[in-house]
Structure formats: structure tokens, C-alpha cells
């Protein structure tokens, strides 16, 4: 029983006589979703203007700082990076990758130089491995190959189920969705290796919000 | 091509090569259907092999002279091929894509007879169907007529490569399914442990493609006489090597010969992307029986194909 539920009837038992105590509101409210104790609020969509739902995965916050093992995995989630103040994180570039996936692998050689240029300015990179050379589901020795090679500075986390695949528009890879970090809505999303839209959106973006 | 910071870089001793066991000297002759020369290697799990290799970072040999163009997307429907190895037996379980330079479908598997089809919703840039998986089979990426609709590619055929690969051998000879490398002795090769994790992953294995299995377009009009499987594919070698090919075709003793590798980067760094490029010229020996580069080579391992002059 977690304290969501414990605290009410904790209150409740300590009531007598018609003196019954004022509950919160906040402890009246339904625990919340997902996997994020603090997260937008739904409705929740998959299509570029909706708020994109919690998602929770393992893997690495700081891959190229840690070693690559089962034991140093984390749960990591939209959620972390959700920052409705802005002063953090102003976009989550949310990608997938699969090992078998040559554009993805192009995809991932400039990454690291993209996040080190924009991450000062409030992007953050979440990028999910989700299937192995063969197509059978990413496991941690997959995504540890992945982040040694490419010395992934960003959060890299296994996506097995692929449950990124509901954002795909169409059943490929690379995928990439551009959320504000915000509000965790779909700003845009791509699919293919589309470098050459994607980070000119991202400085227009950025530079927009550093000009309010 | 820029690749990522860890690499494996062959530098092997020169000298014999202790797992270049499986073939016989002089055996160019009998190149087979399958081009094994008749070693009695058959495809199937992959043998363990060790080679000396140390591993280094950042690029060793430059990247390559770069043919990438843009071209508009195709639409396709969707593609269906009935996959069979070198004897025509079908190959179950074997992943296949539709993969352009910059996006890929996600994997679908053949059936027990070697059926797939993959769907597709959205144009793709340059796709082609890919299949194969370098490591038990040959790969190959056939280029796609531009908007064609639902393609059936009919029953297309991958070799089955050696179970055990041979190491490199810069100074010597490398070979395995009777086709040879002559690597200088300055030699490099460079690839991504990404897509071969397993030391016996990384050894040189080649397989010929009989071409009544070769899928529709695989040759991209370039009318070749012989295609020949090599793995692992994308690994590059600096300076690039001789290849000795055996003289499936037939030609007359003395003929040159265009030497082709196949464009399967992404980043179209060696050649366009599911086309070819002459990257070396042969000659036939006295005997009829070996197509031996006589100028030019190999700079990277993929499909080579090899047309009269």
C-alpha cells in the first residue's frame, strides 16, 4: 500500500464524532499515471499537437559516465524531463534506434555534437534502442555496443517492446518527436534520418523562446 | 566514412594465415554454382575464429571519394520475394527491409518457405530491398523501380556463406569461396564492431550468387557476368586490395575485366547507394581459370560484380 492510499484512511481513522476531518484535495485526486510521479495532464495523443503520454524505460542518463551494466541501469521516463518552468529543459528530442538500422547509426555519429551544442540552451535527448541486428528486442548488451560506440553523452534507454512504435507513422526507423519539454506536447515528428528539417526547427525553436 | 570513436583495426602479422586451411592452392578452376571450390565449407552457424587484431580509435583510413546525390522519394506498396539459398532450398527466419539512405522498414521475417512481404505507407528515398544477413548468408540490396506499386520479386536467391572466415592478411592472401584478397602490407581494415560484435564476425567469408537467383535489378543495368557475396560487409581497407576472382564466366585467357563493388553504405561513400562502380581492372590468367586484378582493388567489402571491358 503506498502512502497515495495510506493517507486517507489514515485521516478517516482518526475522525470521531461528527467532527470529520477536511481531506486534501491533492489526497482525493487519483494517483497519477505512468511512471512519473509529476507529469502533464492528459488527454494523451500521438499525433503532433497532443500531449505526449508518460513512457518509462531503463537505461542510462549519462551513458559515457557510467559503466554498461544491468546493475547501473535506471528508470528513466518523458517524465524526467518534464519542466513546466522552462528553466531546465525547453525541448526532449525523444529518438529510436535499432542496430540494424544504417540511417540510424549516420543518425547517431552527429548526435553527440548536436546535444553538446544545444543542450546549454534547454534540449535534452532521450534515444531507445529497441531491436538487435536481428530485429529480435534490444537487450543491455546491445545498448551498451551502442553507447561505446558512438560515446553517447545523452540518456539512452531500451525500448524492447518498442513501445515508441505508436508514435510511428508509418512501421520505421529512425523515428524522432520533437515534445516541449513544457507542456509534453508533440511539436513535430519525423520519419527517416531528416536532419536537415529537423535541427533548423530546433534552433528556430529554441531561439524563439530565448527571445520571449 | 565517419564512423563512430571505437574501431577494429586489423593489423595482422604477415605470413600464413593458420585459418586459411579450408582451400586448396590452384583450385580457381572449379568455381562451382556456389563458389565454395569445392572446399567442403558450407553456410549454417558461423565458426568461432580468432585473428590478431588491436582495436583503435577515431577513423585510420579516409573516408571515401563520396557519390551521395538526392533523389526524389519512391512510392512503393509493398514488395514480396520468395528467398532461396545457392541449391534453391528456402530460407526460413531471414530478416528483410526496404531500406533507403535515410530510413529503413522494420524487419520482416520469411516463412518456413521462404515468403515475405513488407508493406509500406510512406515514399522512400532510393529503396531497396534488402535481405541477407552477411554473416550466415550473403546480403544483397537491390535497388526498387521508382513508383512501382505493389513489386513481387519472384524467387531470389542469397549464397550461403562459409561457416569459418579467414583473417585478413596484410602481405599475404586471404580467401575464402574460392575468391582471394592480396592485401599490401601496409594494409588496414577498418570496421564497426556495431555490426560485428564477434571476433569470428570480423573474418573475411565470400560466397558467388548463381545468377538465376539474382533478384530484378540487383545489377542496376551494369549487365554484369558474375556476382560474388562478401562479408563483412562495409569493412574498409586501406590501401585498398588486390581481388582474384575465379573465371565463372568464361572468359577468354588474357581478357580484361571491369572489377564492380556494390553500393551498400547509407553514406554512399565508396559507391551510390544499390549501385556499382568500377573500382578495379582485371585480366583473365593464362590458364582461363582466374580473373587477377591488374590495377585498381578493393576498397571496401561488399557485392563485386565483374563484366567483359
Known amino acids: 500500500m503506498n502512502a497515495w492510499r495510506a493517507a486517507p484512511l489514515a485521516l478517516l481513522a482518526l475522525a470521531c464524532g461528527t467532527n470529520r476531518p477536511e481531506i486534501p484535495d491533492e489526497l482525493l485526486q487519483a494517483p497519477p499515471t505512468g511512471c512519473s510521479l509529476d507529469y502533464a495532464e492528459g488527454p494523451y495523443g500521438t499525433e503532433v499537437g497532443s500531449v505526449a503520454a508518460d513512457t518509462c524505460f531503463k537505461g542510462w542518463a549519462r551513458p559515457n559516465e557510467t559503466t ?29 534506434a535499432a542496430l540494424w538500422c544504417m540511417a540510424c547509426q549516420v543518425e547517431h555519429e552527429d548526435l553527440p555534437d548536436r546535444y553538446r551544442e544545444y543542450a546549454p540552451r534547454g534540449l535534452v535527448i532521450l534515444s531507445a534502442l529497441f531491436q538487435d541486428r536481428e530485429g ?22 531500451l525500448d ?30 519525423f520519419t527517416g534520418d531528416q536532419s536537415a528539417v529537423l535541427w533548423p526547427l530546433v534552433e528556430e525553436e529554441l531561439s524563439r523562446r530565448e527571445a520571449e | ?35 565454395t571450390g569445392g572446399s567442403g565449407e558450407t553456410g549454417g552457424t558461423a565458426g568461432t575464429a580468432t585473428c590478431p587484431d588491436e582495436p583503435a580509435t577515431g577513423d585510420v583510413c579516409s573516408d571515401g571519394p563520396g557519390f551521395a546525390e538526392t533523389t526524389d522519394p519512391v512510392a512503393i506498396g509493398s514488395v514480396a520475394a520468395t528467398i532461396v539459398d545457392e541449391n534453391g532450398e528456402p530460407i526460413a527466419n531471414l530478416a528483410a527491409f526496404v531500406c533507403g539512405t535515410k530510413v529503413c522498414s522494420l524487419p520482416v521475417r520469411t516463412d518456413s518457405n521462404g515468403n515475405v512481404t513488407i508493406a509500406l505507407s510512406d515514399s522512400i528515398e532510393k529503396p531497396a530491398f534488402k535481405y541477407g544477413d ?34 585478413f592478411t596484410p602481405g599475404g592472401r586471404t580467401e575464402s569461396g574460392n575468391v582471394r584478397l592480396f592485401l599490401p602490407p601496409d594494409a588496414v581494415v577498418e570496421l564497426l564492431p556495431l555490426d560485428y560484435p564477434e571476433p569470428d564476425q570480423r573474418t573475411f567469408r565470400a560466397a558467388e550468387l548463381p545468377l538465376s537467383l539474382a533478384p530484378p535489378g540487383l545489377d ?52 551510390p547507394y544499390g549501385l556499382w562502380r568500377v573500382v578495379a581492372t582485371g585480366r583473365v590468367d593464362d590458364a582461363g581459370e582466374r580473373i587477377e586484378t591488374i590495377d585498381g582493388g578493393l576498397p571496401v567489402i561488399s557485392d563485386v560484380g565483374v563484366r567483359a571491358r
Request: charged content about 20%.
Open chain 1, 136 to 157: 529480435d528486442p534490444a537487450n543491455v548488451d546491445d545498448l551498451a555496443l551502442w553507447v561505446e560506440t558512438f560515446d553517447t553523452p545523452f540518456p539512452m534507454v
Open chain 1, 68 to 96: 554498461h551494466e544491468v546493475s547501473t541501469l535506471q528508470n528513466l521516463a518523458f517524465g524526467r524531463y518534464f519542466d513546466p518552468t522552462g528553466e531546465r529543459y525547453e525541448l526532449l528530442l525523444v529518438n529510436s
Open chain 2, 134 to 167: 552477411g554473416l550466415e548468408v550473403g546480403r544483397f540490396f537491390p535497388l526498387l523501380s521508382a513508383d512501382a506499386g505493389d513489386i513481387s520479386l519472384g524467387t531470389i536467391g542469397t549464397p550461403r556463406l562459409p561457416a569459418v572466415g579467414s583473417c
Open chain 1, 160 to 189: 524492447p517492446d518498442y513501445q515508441l512504435g505508436v508514435y510511428a507513422p508509418a512501421a520505421s526507423a529512425p523515428l524522432n518527436l520533437l515534445l516541449d519539454a513544457r507542456t509534453m506536447r508533440i511539436l513535430e515528428k
Open chain 2, 1 to 35: 566514412m565517419h564512423r563512430a570513436v571505437a574501431l577494429f583495426v586489423f593489423l595482422v602479422a604477415c605470413g600464413s594465415d593458420p585459418l586459411d586451411d579450408t582451400h586448396d592452392d590452384g583450385n580457381g578452376g572449379t568455381s562451382g554454382t556456389n563458389g
Open chain 2, 220 to 271: 542496376a543495368g551494369e549487365e554484369l557476368d558474375a556476382i560474388f557475396a562478401l562479408a563483412p560487409v562495409g569493412a574498409v581497407i586501406c590501401p585498398p586490395a588486390a581481388i582474384d576472382l575465379p573465371n565463372t564466366p568464361g572468359y577468354a585467357a588474357g581478357s580484361e575485366i571491369d572489377i564492380l563493388v556494390h553500393g551498400a553504405d547509407v553514406e554512399e561513400a565508396w559507391a
